[in-house]
């Protein structure tokens, strides 16, 4: 059974104040449910539609298309201190569009990427929409929020290297890599229409270029963020094979 104060708590989560009140974070469909149940994250509450009704499952749901199972996931704490770990690893510098941000995160675990660290103006990985584009990667990628130009500055300091795509950046199929074996690797992803910020523009210690084929015939303006992380991590990871 279902009851009327946790109808009304599912709704609430839609809203990143809500989510950030209660802790909570809503997933749904079979396969996210199932990754959620074993990825050791506490699930607080799981409803299936054969037990409370296809019509409460369609009143709960956030989806346009109701799945048959849905659950409340209690949200990890992030550690006071946030490692800069070894390896290859993300800064998303103000991604907005769910859509990104979930494929990001799908990227991120299919290449081993160390962690994902964000500003805090990229939208929330506890987004519905996030949840469900990152198809369970959410449970497996470490991601921590922090303050991108700090972190990357930081990241120097560590002996690191720090990524950015650029238009006036070096060809990234012909500049050699640091790959995060002996120190740590930042690729920075920046916003959608602006690019990487100024202030961790300031930070990226090697300017990269993804070239466009035929070269003098761009086409389009710029790639998708979550299309160019997957065409650098993938440059990145190729150099270790």
Known sequence: MITAAQIKLIHSLARKKDRDEAGLFVVEGEKLVAEALHSGWPVEYVFRKEEIGEKTME?????????????????????????????????????????????????????????????????????????????????????????????????????????????????????????????PAVIVIGNEANGISAATEAQVSDRLFIPPYPADDPGSESLNAAVATAITVAEFRRRLL
């Open 59 to 183: 009143r709960i749901s956030l989806l346009s298309s109701p799945s048959p199972v849905l659950a409340l996931v209690r949200q990890p704490s992030q550690p006071a201190s946030v490692p800069i770990l070894r390896g290859l690893s993300l800064a998303l510098d103000g991604i907005r569009d769910p859509g990104n941000l979930g494929t990001i995160l799908r990227i991120a675990d299919w290449f081993g990427v160390s962690a994902v660290y964000a500003s805090p103006d990229t939208v929330d990985r506890f987004n519905p929409k996030v949840v469900q584009a990152t198809m369970g990667a959410i449970f497996r990628v470490p991601f921590y929020s922090v303050e991108i130009p700090s972190f990357c500055s930081s990241v120097l300091s560590a002996g690191g290297h720090v990524y950015g795509t650029f238009l006036d950046g070096e060809n990234l199929y012909q500049k050699d890599l640091s790959c995060g074996t002996d120190s």
